[in-house]
């Protein structure tokens, strides 16, 4: 008891001194982008584009190599990020039927009651008017790419001329050039980019035309064995607009989709000098089945790449401002997307699935003084963390409602051993026609119970079929790990307190 008393004395004691001396307790940047995928990341290695900010992370830092969502859609996953909570506890679930409640506890207000100054800057697009910030300036909804429009604190919308990636980091540097120095800060940079339409900064134009990207090796995929898959509406042949997505439009002035019709007299003509012969060259070559298929496969990944190379360009930007201000040693930056992406694997845009390109995340942490650069983590980490993290970063004390768990144990002690499995769950059920889904990863196995649209399961061994093509569920041998992955996903359920995924779990579905 005595010991009891003298270790929360010395505790109290520790928050104390810690909240007394702001310039010992790190800032914390942490930059969200929307739909970037770690294909087009070169930290990671695929080769698709150099991204020199994030490497820049990675290398003076940490690269995480099995970062996931608990659930892969945009506005679910910040609300996640935020609240350290599964969807099915913060009740943000999906973008189409639920909303956010921003009246409930987040890390970031956690870090405002600990002494932290605050701000959310660009994409939020959680409904709601953030709570909990000392500033926010956000791009309504979705947002768009040129010209956009923010939302400011003071109820005004505010219209700003120029691209959106280089004007949220104009505003995310003009809240740190005029923000209290006396407090360490905790700044969220919302990024639009790379959201579908993929429309690129008009500088960038053109930047990946000379390349020919390799055509994944499932791009033609048949989805034999996977109805989910059979069933979706996310194909780059099939689904991509020409118009929409590919910006062949016939005319610019009929464009009703608002990234197009708020361009400016000089924006519009440097799209139209760009698409109109782009457009010209492909109805003079008539294509057809797999080669218009390839076509647009080339034109997404140029289109996607080039909105990428200013995401990346500003995220240098950050580093160059902490650079100058002196704030690089005493900062946190820590990168990641809302989610992964498809760049045509499987023949898919998109994200929403199980499956490694969409679950999995890019996520690279720059921890000066803790995180030893150039450090490569194989462990399984989650959104989720990054809450706890950061509060254990800031000598604050974790709620012990969130789910999260610090990913500090595992960057800083060789004992720390992480989890040996994931939980996921997905539950919209509207575009792209993918059917909810929930499941369990572990370092091996990967086993999903879609449900509502398609009813069934689906096992892969990650070992042997990395690119989750053989579906093993119900195969004759296959019975011991599959009641033993049933077994750990109620487990995991049960741990994150999913009640509907629990009533499904002992639901019959009929043969496979
Ligand atoms: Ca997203």
Not at 176 to 198: E, M, Y
Request: overall charge neutral; hydrophobic content about 35%; proline content about 4%.
């Amino acid at each position: 008891m005595k010991h009891l008393l003298l270790v929360v004395l010395w505790m109290c004691a520790y928050r104390v001194a810690v909240a007394q001396q702001p310039g010992k307790r790190p800032n914390i940047v942490i930059i969200v982008s929307d739909d970037h995928a770690y294909q087009a990341i070169s930290a990671y290695g695929q080769g698709l584009m150099q991204t020199p900010a994030i490497d820049r992370i990675a290398r003076e830092g940490a690269r995480f190599d099995k970062a996931y969502v608990t659930n892969s859609i945009c506005g679910p996953s910040r609300a996640v990020i935020l609240t350290g909570k599964y969807s099915n506890k913060n009740g943000y679930k999906d973008n189409e039927t639920s909303s956010f409640d921003a009246s409930q506890n987040s890390f970031v207000k956690e870090l405002g009651r600990g002494g932290y100054q605050t701000a959310w800057i660009g994409k939020y697009h959680l409904g709601h008017d953030p709570q909990g910030f000392d500033y926010w300036q956000i791009l309504p909804e979705q947002g768009d790419y040129y010209n956009p429009d923010f939302l400011m604190m003071d109820g005004s919308k505010k219209r700003v001329e120029g691209y959106v990636s280089n004007l949220i980091e104009d505003a995310a540097e003009n809240w740190l050039n005029q923000r209290d120095q006396s407090k360490p800060f905790c700044l969220v940079i919302g990024h639009k980019a790379t959201h579908r339409v993929w429309l690129p900064d008009t500088a960038d134009f053109g930047l990946f035309d000379d390349k020919t990207f390799p055509v994944p090796a499932t791009f033609y995929d048949t989805y034999a064995g996977r109805k989910a898959a059979q069933v979706q509406e996310m194909s780059i042949a099939k689904d991509m607009r020409m118009g929409y997505d590919l910006k062949m439009f016939p005319d610019l002035d009929s464009v009703r989709d608002g990234n197009i019709a708020r361009m400016n007299a000089a924006q519009k003509a440097s799209f139209e000098a760009y698409y109109k012969p782009i457009k010209a060259d492909l109805e003079a070559r008539h294509l057809a089945g797999k080669e218009l298929a390839e076509w647009k496969f080339q034109r997404y990944l140029r289109d996607y790449l080039s909105t990428a190379a200013s995401l990346d360009r500003n995220i240098g930007r950050t580093l160059d401002y902490l650079d100058k201000n002196n704030l690089t040693e005493n900062t946190i930056v820590i990168y990641l997307s809302d989610q992964g992406f498809f760049m045509g694997e499987h023949g898919w845009f998109d994200k929403r699935w199980m499956y490694e390109e969409s679950f999995r995340t890019p996520m690279v942490m720059r921890y000066p003084g803790v995180i030893k650069p150039g450090t490569v983590s194989d462990a399984f980490v989650l959104n989720l963390d990054i809450a706890p993290t950061m509060l254990e970063a800031a000598g604050v004390a974790v709620p012990k409602d969130m789910q999260g768990e610090s990913m500090l144990p595992l960057l800083t002690g060789k004992k720390a051993k992480g989890r040996d499995a994931l939980y996921y769950h997905y539950y919209e059920n509207g575009e792209h026609a993918v059917s909810p889904q929930f499941g369990i990863k572990t370092k091996r196995y990967k086993l999903i119970r879609f449900y509502k649209r398609v009813n069934g399961w689906e096992l892969y061994d990650l070992q042997k079929d990395p690119q989750e093509l053989h579906n093993l569920y119900g195969r004759k041998g296959y019975e011991k790990i599959t009641g033993s992955l049933k077994k750990q996903l109620a487990g995991l359920i049960e741990k994150y307190e999913d009640e509907e995924a629990k009533q499904l779990l002992t639901q019959r579905t009929g043969k496979p």
